[in-house]
T-cell receptor, first 113, second 113 residues
Framework: EAQVTQNPRYLITVTGKKLTVTCSQN?????MSWYRQDPGLGLRQIYY???????DKGDVPEGYKVSRKEKRNFPLILESPSPNQTSLYFC????????????FGEGSRLTVL | KNQVEQSPQSLIILEGKNCTLQ??????????LRWYKQDTGRGPVSLTI?????NTKSNGRYTATLDADTKQSSLHITASQLSDSASYIC????????????FGGGTRLMVKP
């Protein structure tokens, strides 16, 4: 089954404790991206990757890092989480540029205390 | 600046009734427009895609329209069902390299019995 898998789905952590949210897709898509969704603000792009070893900042990259060492994986790293990073995070991938449909993961709800 | 505005922000209708959601955009150069449905706590799922030359596209009870001249799109839901309760997000793509997607803030629809 074609899917985008994120882990963990839920996480409560404390300020400053590094964490990684993994994202994996099995559709051989070149394009992958991360979004955060906050009430009243909609989906905002954090980082995206057009292909392996190619990443770029989205609209809200501060406090986040990513890497794209393999085509299928695109982890999101929070080196020193802060409470303002409490949010619902989505990973997505797509094949065709620019018309391809975005396939989203199920989301990762992160709470930083 | 590329922008996508959706209205209304929220809507409550009775089961079986029709409704129309609006999307206005200022994205340029325009490539395509997609409507996504997002159930609470889940990742968005694509409903329709429309390119510049298309002005109507249907997917079951969902019909999207596009007026490229006025830069407006609408999503019409016919004979609503309880399962239509969700957020509907308008996403516009450009041909520019890099950050190619602009998201609307979404319309939250609640269908009541």
């Amino acid at each position: 089954e074609a899917q985008v898998t994120q882990n963990p789905r839920y996480l409560i952590t404390v300020t400053g404790k590094k964490l990684t949210v993994t994202c994996s897709q099995n559709m051989n898509h070149e394009y992958m991206s991360w979004y955060r969704q906050d009430p009243g603000l909609g989906l905002r792009q954090i980082y995206y990757s057009m292909n392996v070893e190619v990443t770029d900042k989205g609209d809200v990259p501060e406090g986040y890092k990513v890497s794209r060492k393999e085509k299928r994986n695109f982890p999101l790293i929070l080196e020193s989480p802060s409470p303002n990073q409490t949010s619902l995070y989505f990973c997505a991938s797509r094949r065709d540029y620019p018309t391809g449909e975005l396939f989203f993961g199920e989301g990762s709800r992160l709470t930083v205390l | 600046k590329n922008q996508v505005e959706q209205s209304p922000q929220s809507l409550i209708i009775l089961e079986g009734k029709n409704c129309t959601l609006q999307c206005n955009y200022t994205v340029s150069p325009f490539s395509n427009l997609r409507w996504y449905k997002q159930d609470t706590g889940r990742g968005p799922v694509s409903l329709t895609i429309m390119t510049f030359s298309e002005n109507t596209k249907s997917n079951g009870r969902y019909t999207a329209t596009l007026d490229a001249d006025t830069k407006q799109s609408s999503l019409h839901i016919t004979a609503s069902q309880l399962s239509d309760s969700a957020s509907y997000i308008c996403v516009v793509s450009t041909y520019n390299a890099g950050n190619m997607l602009t998201f609307g803030g979404g319309t939250r629809l609640m269908v009541k019995p």
